[in-house]
């Protein structure tokens, strides 16, 4: 494959070259925020674009800077631009409104007090494995009409979907672009056989909506109804398992956040909120420009494709004050962790519930939450997801 016709966002940058600055790339950001607002990054053949007013732009902006990759594993709501964007993301919408969504709190709620009980007498727990990754995955399984028992499949699936070759060689990039295929090759089947059971008998679940569903009359394909349950099932969980974990790296880096949060309740949806903008589990996004066009005064051809950096946008100065301070009760918090405009996340107001549901709830049964040291954390393999694969922490019951 010609390395032009390389999808960038899917290498990392050159300058995130150790182990402690994926962990941390923050520092990274600042600088070249700084040095190179707008720069062009040969050996992944993309501009990168670290400002907010820019990066805030670029995603209000559908008809300059599109999201038809040139490199998709899969052609969706991502992956589309309006009019089409606007008709498929109409199906799904109330699907997820705030109101279906907050029904669903006692349900995640006692998902948690289920996932906690497991673990709680032991007096420790890998937050990621035994928390963050299945909470996410039931929800959404549940939702999509899909038993939870195949959680441990979907985490497979998912994590190869969001994965990055950790080399930019040729040899690394094909292995991983082999893996996708072969992990949407399954996916694809897993949905052809639930979707042809709901066909003849069908549920009050997604898929059945999504059979069932119409633009003009026009029932959509076998591709694009499959497509849609990929695309919820990677993007529901990878993110939020991502947004749980980082609130619990914030908990165990600040110890006194615990006790403030435990005092004021009221603070946790806020803090979910600093956690979005200080780790996000998203860093990037990418577009791909339609015509010539200058961003922050350098000039981008049509055809070109460009990485907005929401990590960076997050902590600029410009918008925030003291961006590099976790601040709990940030108002306003204006981050760009969902995306902006057309894309913006259609699943923000159930990742934002999970976190809420979940912190809240570790704090009304758990004291002292500590990281295991000893352990060294190891970040995910994927150049546009933030997070660690494992999080021991031991605790106190309260
Ligand atoms: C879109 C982040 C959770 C479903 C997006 C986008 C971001 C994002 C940045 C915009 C991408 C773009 O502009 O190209 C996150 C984060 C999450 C999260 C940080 C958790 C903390 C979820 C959940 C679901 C979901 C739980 C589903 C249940 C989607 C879908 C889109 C999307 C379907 C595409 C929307 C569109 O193109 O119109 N998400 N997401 N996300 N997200 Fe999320």
Redesign the pocket.
Known sequence: MDKAERYANIIPMHELDTKEKRLQPFPIYNWLRQATPVRYDESRNCWDVFLYEDVHRI?KDPATFS?VRMLSVME?????DPPR?TQ??AL?NKA?TPKVVNDLAPHILSITEELLDAVRKSGRMDAVHDLAVPL?VI??AE?LGVPPKDRYLFKEWSDILVKGPDVNTDEAFLNVMAEKTQAMKELNQYFAAIAAERRQAPKEDLITLLLEAEIDGVKLNEEEVLG?CI??LA???E??T??ITNALRRLTEDTGLQQQLREQPELVSSFIEEV?RYY???QA???VVTQDVEVHGTAIKAGEQVVSW?ASANRDEAKFQEPDQFIIDRKPNAH?????????????P???L??QIVIKHLLEHLDSIEFISGLELDYIQSPFVYGVKQFPVSFKEL
């Open positions: 995603l999201s969706t709501l991502l992956t589309t964007h498929l993301r799904v997820f996410p929800v959404i939702l849609f695309l919820l993007a529901g969980n993110t939020t991502n947004l979005l996000p589990p998203i996004i990418g577009r929401v760009l962790s969902f995306g902006f405009g057309t894309h913006f996340c259609l699943g923000a159930l990742a934002r999970e976190g």
